[in-house]
């Protein structure tokens, strides 16, 4: 009955997690106590042997009373835990514990329906329990679980084709190689709830790491922990299902910060929190690599999380699906501020992205939302502040398919950036200021990069007449290190870098360590340089590409290795990696004993790559003798480092021994502790080794380096690698745009096999400027030298036209292929652009750096025409002369030119007047030489000094100059010189030993120029010279007749400063002289009443003289009067005040044939006399007059 009944609450527990969330494991699990069938246990005994006593000797439950410690002495035979074989059997630990003191684990349950309740497990070896019965169903309840290890799988929990139910449970620092707490396998089923995970000591994978079956998460946390790899959960293969979680505080040293997943995965995660989750490399908190299945978020809050690329989520492939979810504050360093997604249909709906960011803005492209070939629909969401590199903020595509509605972006720059993608964007869109940029392009094939200088010492330890029965090159120090590729198909990589490490110590004598990592992600089909369909696994031609394309190699510092990611930010480090310029094919072997050509590339180029097929060792693989031998017909799967052979290695050491003896020896990729320290044997006669099957590869490949050309720039039109060759194509061609000056240096392609004739013209900007030919020295890449170097310059056209065997092309890169540029040709003369086809020849141009020239010339300080010239050497890269060339010196706007002799020197003269002064020399290169151009100072010192002088009239102020000689020196005493002022010359005297001479300023006041002349070289050097009056303030008077209006002057003294009172001032007013004195404040003024008119004034002091205007203006105005005889009318007389305004209430004399009569002027100051004069055609003159002021007007009379 309880084993049915446990079935049940299982199967219900199961179906109600997957499809809503689970209620209180309380009322899921079924409490087995029943006092009838309870062993009360003796508190005496307390260890592994006791404990085991009286668990054989319970019923159906167990109840402790005390703690069990492991005891080596009495325990020895519980080392791999105490077998608990019981079924329907509950262990109560009624909260002791049982501690395996680090020696031994606790439990092997066989049994079915076992329970763990209110139980301490701590110190574990090699795990805490495992659960091994298949089909059983197993309970932890109220269980901790902490400070357990495991060197095989997990330091807590071990399940196999069973299932679990776990409830109110701790596992706390734990740690095994798979998982830290538990481990369970494909026919698992998995439901933890109300549990806490927490890390301590770091482990390589997760707390929970399953392979297949299915996995419920509910109500539990992930805290404080640190791994390598998927810190909480990771899976590959089955059904995972994370509810109502909380994972805090999670770091990962690689990928997938919080949760893995791979392979075939159904992923939901449903009202979860994500807080401060770290990556050092792909995927924050999900790292999702699934070919079928999909991941689904909802109601879920991402915060603070960081990773590389993806601080939220990276996914490769499959379907990913957002709903109603919050990322706010989280940061990639490279690209993906939240999400990563690469070939995967992604589908956002009512989600909010907040001040999400990418440290490395200043990438050329990507965002905080990275979306790469795929369909991708964002819905109903929000985006403010989100920012990512310079051509992408908040969303960013590339070959993908967007459609956005009814989204909401501000403050995030770009709200969308896309490369080679489409867009379906609705109306209901809002993008405030955000900016929207689509359909752009992005060509980068061209690699601009100073490679490591390689010295070449040809390191070859060994010598042989004949090939040796038994060579290996580990003997000879020329293999680097065994690595470990771990859980990833990067096998191609560690054989590539394998090969290439060996073939560089052959070489240079210098082990060096490259980045796998990078090998391996560049050339996947999640890197736009990659190549499409390769998602781990390669070929062989796939690490040749990354190599011959200038990829790298990298050292593995810049990119370690990750056996989880699979995305590596696109390294260019100028003196980091080394260019590969030369490969050597193989050709498959004809038999088993057709070993020659491999044999002799070993000696002489190194260890290289070679495929095999891997699987199925037990059954050909003997695991003593590290020897495999596989007679079957399956197609190769692992790529290996061939470092050797032994002829006589004996056929009987293989499982199932060969038909001859003779082996390969062979450095895998699976850690030192695999095969003998990570090498093996390989029979000749393995039929998956490079035999002609068309299973295999057509060649394998050695690198060769004996070309030490220090090439800046690869101009390729080509990525990923090479696909095959064309016959159809004897001609092929690129065509290429400078991106500085350079030289066209070598070309390099591909040729199927050696002694193939070849032919080649290079063009530039039109015109055939160079052609070779040659036969092929091997089949491989080869890149040819020119015998003659070719210059360009920035942006010129240039192309080169191959005839060859056979055109070696690209065409599955993820590279977009540019039309015109790359063509193929049956007969050279009718081409077709080859982009049409999504295809590319390779056919790359390496050029170096024009060879520099050193112009040399050094600032000049000078006196006026001493003779000094200008001087320039010009010298090659070497530092020797280069005669007979032109230079250009510029110089104050005038050019010239002048040819170096033999000594590379050149000059010209300086007879500049003073002043500071920019020459430029330039050099225009020819042949192989650069342009140059350097620019220097010349200062031209003057001979004359003066200064500009500012003097009060007739002060003691003199001018002074001093005259020097070419080298600075004054001129003697005595030495007439020659001053010119308004074009008076005067002749004076150098007085004493500074080169000083004098002239004395008796100018009046006014400002004029000064020249000084010298004696010896004509220099003339000028100066200002400000006379200032003493009579100053003066200024024109305007007034009217008698107000209070006077002419005022000040007076200076001879220091410039206001004289006191008493000084005499004289005034002169046509001829009128008045002497005034100043008062106190230095000033003198006159009374100026004076008739209306206009008068010149000229005040005068000490000789010092300044005039001024004075205007009068007259109070009285009136106009002349013409009356009809017999009729009464007026005259009248319009008086104004001092200042202009009418002046009332005053008396105004009128005087006609003397007679005088009175008048008083009314508001508007007029003053009115009555005419009643006269016969017809009388005149009378009528005069004004008014306080001394007197007009006169003109009265007629006419009928």
């Known amino acids: 009955m309880i084993n049915i009944n446990k079935s049940i609450v299982f199967s219900l527990i199961l179906l109600i997690l997957l499809t809503v969330s689970a209620v209180s494991a309380e009322e899921n699990i079924t409490d087995f106590t029943t006092e009838g069938n309870l062993l009360k246990v003796d508190s005496s005994n307390d260890n592994f042997n006791d404990l085991n006593n009286e668990i054989n000797g319970s019923l159906n439950e167990l109840k402790l009373t005390h703690d069990y410690v492991y005891d080596e002495g009495n325990d020895i035979n519980f080392t791999d835990g105490i077998n608990v074989s019981k079924s329907n059997f509950l262990l109560d630990g009624n909260g002791y514990s049982i501690d395996g003191n680090g020696k031994a684990r606790i439990f092997n349950i066989i049994g079915n329906n076992v329970t763990l309740k209110n139980l301490i497990i701590k110190n574990a070896l090699n795990g805490a329990v495992s659960f091994v019965q298949p089909n059983a169903e197993y309970y932890l309840d109220n269980v901790t679980i902490q400070n357990s290890s495991s060197k095989y799988a997990s330091g807590g929990i071990e399940l196999n084709a069973t299932n679990l139910v776990v409830n109110n449970s701790k596992f706390i620092s734990n740690t095994g190689t798979k998982s830290s707490d538990i481990f369970f396998n494909e026919k698992c089923n998995v439901i933890v709830l109300n549990s806490t995970f927490e890390g301590g000591i770091e482990s390589k994978w997760s707390h929970i790491y399953f392979s297949g079956g299915a996995l419920i998460v509910d109500s539990s946390t992930f805290a404080n922990s640190r791994s390598s790899y998927a810190n909480a959960i990771y899976g590959e293969d089955g059904r995972v299902t994370v509810r109502n979680t909380k994972f805090r505080n999670l770091t990962v040293l690689n990928s997938a910060g919080a949760i ?69 504050d989280n940061i990639a360093m490279y690209d993906g501020g939240v999400l990563w ?250 038999n088993a004993t057709d070993n020659y050509i491999f044999k002799k590339a070993l000696m002489d180029y190194g260890a290289f790559l070679v495929a095999i097929y891997a699987g199925e060792n037990s059954k050909y693989y003997n695991e003593t003798s590290a020897a495999r031998y596989y007679n079957g017909t399956k197609g190769i799967n692992h790529a290996v480092t061939l470092v050797g052979w032994d002829d006589n290695y004996p056929a009987s050491n293989f499982l199932n021994p060969p038909s001859g003896d003779g082996a390969w020896i062979i450095k895998n990729s699976w850690g030192t502790e695999w095969g003998d320290e990570g090498y093996f044997y390989l029979s000749y006669y393995d039929t998956s080794f490079n035999t002609q099957n068309p299973q295999q590869y057509p060649y394998y490949a050695a690198y060769l380096f004996n070309n030490t050309v220090p090439y800046n720039k690869n101009y390729q039109a080509d990525a990923g690698q090479l696909n095959n060759f064309v016959d159809q194509y004897k001609y092929f061609s690129n065509t290429y745009t400078a991106l500085e000056d350079d030289l066209i240096a070598a070309v390099g392609t591909y040729f ?235 002749t004076r005297q150098v007085n004493g030993s500074e080169g000083k001479a004098k002239l004395n300023i008796n100018l009046e006041a006014g400002k004029y120029v000064i020249t000084a002349y010298h004696p010896f070289n004509n220099q003339t050097h000028s100066n200002n010279i400000t006379v200032l009056s003493r009579v100053i303030d003066n200024d024109d008077l305007v007034k009217y007749y008698r107000n209070g209006s006077q002419y005022v002057v000040t007076i200076l003294g001879a220091d410039g400063k206001v004289v006191g009172a008493g000084e005499n001032v004289t005034f002169n007013i046509n001829g009128v002289m008045y002497t005034r004195q100043t008062n106190e404040s230095g000033q003198a003024k006159l009374n100026i009443n004076l008739g209306p008119g206009n008068y010149t004034i000229t005040a005068m002091y000490n000789d010092c003289r300044v005039s001024n205007n004075i205007e009068v203006l007259p109070v009285l105005f009136a106009e002349d009067l013409v009356k009809k005889y017999g009729i009464s009318d007026q005259f009248k007389a319009l008086l104004v005040d001092g200042q202009g305004n009418p002046f009332p209430n005053q008396n105004i004399t009128f005087n006609i044939n003397g007679v005088f009569y009175q008048r008083t002027t009314n508001d508007e100051g007029y003053a009115a006399l009555n005419i009643r004069l006269g016969s017809p055609n009388d005149s009378y003159i009528i005069t004004s007059s008014f306080n001394g002021t007197n007009i006169s007007n003109k009265i007629t009379i006419v009928d």
């Open 260 to 328: 893995g997943v791979k392979y075939a995965v159904n992923l939901t995660v449903e009202d979860c929190e994500f807080t401060n989750i770290t990556s050092g490399k792909d995927g924050g908190v999900i790292f999702a690599d699934i070919d079928q299945g999909y991941v689904t978020i909802t109601n879920s809050k991402f915060h603070g999380c960081f990773a590389a690329f993806g601080s939220a989520v990276m996914q490769l492939r499959a379907e990913l699906n957002i709903i109603n979810s919050t990322f706010e």
């Open 341 to 590: 997604t690469s070939y995967a249909d992604v589908s956002i709906e009512n989600s909010t992205f907040k001040r999400n960011n990418v440290v490395k803005e200043d990438l050329e492209i990507g965002g905080v939302l990275y979306f790469d070939k795929g369909d991708i629909l964002i819905k109903g969401s929000t985006f403010i502040d989100n920012h990512g590199s310079n051509k992408g903020d908040a969303v960013f595509t590339y070959d993908s398919k967007l459609t956005l509605q009814n989204n909401t972006f501000k403050d995030n720059g770009n709200a969308l950036y896309s490369v080679f993608s489409t867009q379906d964007i609705a109306e209901d869109n809002k993008f405030n200021n955000d900016l929207v940029s689509v359909n752009n392009t992005f060509y980068a094939t061209i690699v601009v990069n100073d490679g490591i200088e390689l010295t070449l010492i040809n390191n070859t330890p060994y010598k042989f007449d004949t090939l040796p029965d038994k060579f290996n090159l580990k003997d000879y120090g020329l293999v680097g290190p065994v690595r470990d590729q771990g859980n990833m198909g990067a096998c191609w990589t560690f054989a590539t870098s394998g090969a290439l490490e060996s073939a560089l110590l052959k070489a240079t004598g210098k082990l060096y360590n490259f980045s796998q990592d990078n090998i391996q992600n560049t050339m996947l089909q999640y890197s736009i340089y990659g190549v499409d369909g390769i998602l781990e696994g390669a070929q062989q031609s796939t690490g040749v590409g990354y190599l011959v394309n200038w990829y790298g190699p990298y050292p593995t510092d810049l990119d370690r290795y990750d056996e989880l990611g699979k995305v590596s930010t696109h390294i260019n480090m100028a003196n980091e990696s080394i260019h590969v310029q030369d490969v050597v094919f193989f050709p498959a072997r004809q």
């Open 752 to 986: 199927d096999s050696e002694g193939v004739d070849y032919e080649f013209d290079i063009y530039v900007n039109g015109v055939l400027k160079h052609t070779q030919n040659g036969v092929s020295p091997f089949a491989g890449y080869h890149t040819i030298k020119l015998t003659q170097y070719i210059p360009i310059s920035a942006n010129d056209t240039f192309k080169v036209v191959f005839k060859n065997s056979s055109l070696p092309f690209e065409s599955n890169s993820r590279h977009h292929h540019k039309e015109n540029v790359s063509f193929g040709s049956v007969d050279g003369v009718n081409w077709e652009d080859l982009a049409k086809d999504n295809v590319t020849a390779i056919l790359k141009v390496y050029t170096i750096p024009m060879e520099s020239v050193i112009i040399q010339a050094e600032d000049i300080v000078m006196y006026y025409k001493n003779g000094t010239r200008f001087e320039v050497k010009l010298f090659d890269s070497q530092g020797n002369p280069f005669a007979n060339e032109n230079i250009t010196l510029s110089i104050n706007g005038v050019s010239y030119n002048r040819t170096t002799d033999e000594n590379g020197s050149a000059s010209i003269a300086i007879n500049l007047n003073p002043g500071n002064y920019t020459c430029s020399v330039s050099y225009i290169g020819r042949e192989n030489y650069t342009n140059s151009t350097v620019e220097n100072t010349i200062t031209v010192l003057s001979t004359i000094r003066g200064n500009d002088l500012v003097k009060i009239f007739r002060n003691e102020s003199q001018y002074y100059a001093t005259f020097l000689d070419g080298q600075g020196n004054p001129l003697a005493e005595g030495t007439n010189v020659t001053f010119n002022i308004n074009g008076v010359f005067y």
